[in-house]
């Protein structure tokens, strides 16, 4: 079945120091990827997504792009600050057997600790 | 703020009893799907629900049940509560393959 591996964390960064958490997956087809947030006792926020390989996605100062020779959607930001600080799933998106929609697979989460 | 709301914010139950979380999709949403986040994990699929009718089903056990209004909001049911089931019950909905979260409601089952 499909599955998504992130680094394991946490990540504890200073303020202005580049962020990369990594993402590799496993599916079968072509699936779209997502990379979302979760700030402490909430849900989850769409942070960026891409849909066909080579596609970058970006939001925030965040980026991912999608490598389909590597299987992977790995997340970069040049310089964190500390309102970054959050838990960070990866995605990806497989169509459900038989119908038009989709179900969501994530990764186990990378929870991300910045430091003024 | 995605527009989808989710209620009650927090449950406490106890084990064997029945519960009912509800889900208000985002306007023009007609696809609404149940994720159970246990703690320190990632959100695992429940199932999901398009046009009233349930369009795919993760690794949960007929206990867990569902619907979906013609308004597209929906409800997830727990029967037979196990402390297991303690987690955060997340919601999201969508018009097509981006699924747009709700804040979630938070059950402990003791």
């Known amino acids: 079945g499909n599955s998504v591996t992130q680094m394991e964390g946490p990540v504890t960064l200073s303020e202005e120091a580049f962020l990369t958490i990594n993402c590799t997956y496993t599916a079968t087809g072509y699936p779209s990827l997502f990379w979302y947030v979760q700030y402490p006792g909430e849900g989850l926020q769409l942070l960026l997504k891409a849909t066909k390989a080579d596609d970058k996605g970006s939001n925030k100062g965040f980026e991912a792009t999608y490598r389909k020779e590597t299987t992977s959607f790995h997340l970069e930001k040049g310089s964190v600050q500390v309102s970054d600080s959050a838990v960070y799933f990866c995605a990806l998106s497989d169509r459900n057997s038989g119908g038009s929609n989709y179900k969501l697979t994530f990764g186990k989460g990378t929870l991300l600790t910045v430091n003024p | 703020e995605t527009g989808v709301t989710q209620s009650p914010t927090h449950l406490i139950k106890t084990r064997g009893q029945q519960v009912t979380l509800r889900c208000s999709s985002q306007s023009g949403h007609n696809t609404v799907s149940w994720y159970q986040q246990a703690l320190g994990q990632g959100p695992q699929f429940i199932f999901q629900?398009?046009?009233?009718?349930?369009?795919g089903r993760g690794n949960f056990p007929p206990r867990f049940s569902g619907l979906q209004f013609p308004n597209y909001s929906s409800e997830l049911n727990v029967n037979a509560l196990e402390l297991d089931d303690s987690a955060l019950y997340l919601c999201?909905?969508?018009?097509?393959?981006?699924?747009?979260f709700g804040p979630g409601t938070r059950l402990l089952v003791l």
């Open positions: 629900y398009y046009r009233e009718e349930e369009n």
């Open positions: 999201a909905s969508s018009p097509g393959e981006t699924q747009y």
